[in-house]
């Protein structure tokens, strides 16, 4: 499906799936960014000393 704008993604998605349709996949995407984030942490932590 294509949609038209960002406007019309977020009426379509909210019309078919509701408005939990606009946060899925959003848990695994935080987890994800998370462990990146602690890995990026550790190595600048560790390359300081």
């Known amino acids: ?3 038209r ?3 019309h993604a977020v009426y379509a998605i909210c019309r ?3 408005m939990r ?3 899925k996949g ?3 995407t935080l987890m994800v960014n ?3 984030e602690l890995i990026l942490i550790l190595v600048m932590v560790f390359n300081c000393f």
């Open 5 to 7: 704008g960002i406007s």
């Open 1 to 3: 499906m294509y949609y």
């Open 26 to 28: 959003l848990g695994p």
């Open 34 to 36: 998370l462990i990146i």
């Open 16 to 18: 078919d799936e509701g």
């Open 21 to 23: 349709g606009l946060y």
